[in-house]
């Protein structure tokens, strides 16, 4: 028996978000969970069902390597204020230090959107070393946040 921890994913997906097929299917990981909003359940409340489940969702053994957070168009205060929430829960524990967290949104965003995800990062950046554990995806296309107000997409592919 190896005493390497077997790696966990975690799919966290907003009402009315892409399911991430390419992200997931074919992954590595042994151990899946899946958390998704429910209808009229609301960003704050879902957040908050998902911060006290994460703690238990992987059997014991089994370490969070990625956490994918699916999400909607919704880019208001109490949707982002959520988000970070999520951020915190997912990345900052200390038995979650090397986890990675993959935010995926719709190919084509809206630019309230775009411009929101990238501040995803407001309000957590007291916990070092966290952005360079998050990755933005639109579609299959990963984007590199950037500190211009109006930050571009990357054309790179995802390898």
């Known amino acids: 028996m190896s005493s390497e921890p077997s790696s966990g994913l975690l799919v966290i997906v ?6 991430p097929s390419w992200l997931v299917e074919g992954s590595a ?6 958390l998704a909003e429910l209808e009229g359940e609301g960003p704050s409340a879902f957040a ?3 911060v006290a ?6 059997p014991r053994g089994v370490r969070l390597d990625l956490a994918v957070l699916a999400v909607n168009e919704r880019a208001d205060e109490t949707q982002m204020r959520a988000r970070r929430e999520l951020v915190r829960a997912l990345l900052y524990p200390r038995n979650r230090r090397g986890a990675r967290l993959a935010v995926t949104a719709t190919a084509a965003p809206g630019e309230r959107l775009h411009l929101a995800l990238f501040g995803l990062e407001t309000g957590i950046d007291a916990i070092k070393g966290l952005r360079d554990r998050i990755s933005i995806y639109f579609g299959e296309r990963v984007a590199e946040p950037v500190s211009s107000p109006m930050p571009e997409v990357a ?4 390898a």
């Open 53 to 58: 489940a994460a703690a238990g969702l992987m």
């Open 155 to 158: 054309d790179a592919a995802v």
């Open 14 to 19: 907003e009402l009315g978000a892409a399911w």
């Open 48 to 50: 908050a069902r998902v």
């Open 29 to 34: 990981h042994t151990t899946r969970r899946v």
